[in-house]
């Protein structure tokens, strides 16, 4: 399993990301994926969940209405785009997904700050 994250960079308070995780080594339309973030000091929480054909999304109350989960099956990527960014979302984005054990990308960073 290799999950390969990219998109994550410096954005000010009001700005857009589009986070992206390229996923290989197992049959990715039978997984249900996820996105994680950890800021500095705090643990790491779940931030978006999509279904494996992409039928059901879930989101943490702190970013509904602003970040949108979805999934390609046929480029097996899944992608977070995250808009009116706050500096409360701060932190390492993860992609996750759970096959017995959690399988987890190396993070990409996301600050936003003026």
């Known amino acids: 399993v290799q999950l390969v994250e990219s998109g994550g960079g410096l954005v000010q308070p009001g700005g857009s990301l589009r986070l992206s995780c390229a996923a290989s080594?197992?049959?990715?339309?039978?997984?249900?994926m996820s996105w994680y973030r950890q800021a500095p000091g705090k643990e790491r929480e779940l931030v978006a969940i999509?279904?494996?054909?992409?039928?059901?999304?879930n989101y943490a109350d702190s970013v509904k209405g602003r970040f949108t989960i979805s999934r390609d099956n046929t480029k097996n990527t899944v992608s977070l785009q995250m808009k009116s960014l706050t500096p409360e979302d701060t932190a390492v984005y993860y992609c996750?997904?759970?096959?017995?054990?959690?399988?987890w990308g190396q993070g990409t960073q996301v600050t936003v700050s003026s």
């Open positions: 996750n997904v759970k096959r017995g054990v959690d399988y």
């Open positions: 080594g197992f049959t990715f339309s039978s997984y249900t």
């Open positions: 999509i279904s494996s054909a992409g039928g059901w999304r």
